[in-house]
């Protein structure tokens, strides 16, 4: 079992920039890939980020591209997403996620991860 708790969210004004960290507990991160995905009110859970186990490999969702930046830290078991230039349609809960490396389906899909954390709110003001 991998537990996942996620930090760093909080209100900022558009423009600024956030830090979410991801903490695991129970086993290595080093055999996973690791995702955060949001979900705004009203909304259905949406794609933001995702990154191999090596860290060799990253995507990402279309409307975060060029402002978003995931990465991680095996040593310390941590996931990272630095999130700049934040705009208010960025509000959201967001989630940190793990998958098994060799697990079937798509990196971008929320169905394919096994282990999520209890989110941490983003608030962006206008």
């Known amino acids: 079992q991998v537990q996942l708790v996620e930090s760093g969210g909080g209100l900022v004004q558009a423009g600024g920039s956030l830090r979410l960290s991801c903490a695991a507990s129970?086993?290595?991160?080093?055999?996973?890939?690791l995702g955060w995905f949001r979900q705004a009110p009203g909304k259905e859970r949406e794609f933001v980020a995702m990154?191999?186990?090596?860290?060799?490999?990253?995507d990402y969702g279309d409307s975060v591209k060029g402002r978003f930046t995931i990465s991680r830290d095996n040593p310390k078991n941590t996931l990272y997403l630095q999130m700049n230039n934040l705009k208010p349609e960025d509000t959201a809960v967001y989630f940190c996620?793990?998958?098994?490396?060799?697990?079937?389906?798509?990196?971008?899909?929320?169905?394919?991860?096994?282990?999520w954390g209890q989110g941490t709110q983003v608030t962006v003001s206008s």
């Open positions: 996620a793990a998958k098994y490396y060799l697990a079937s389906g798509p990196d971008s899909g929320q169905t394919t991860y096994d282990y």
């Open positions: 129970g086993r290595t991160l080093s055999g996973y890939t």
């Open positions: 990154i191999s186990r090596a860290g060799s490999r990253m």
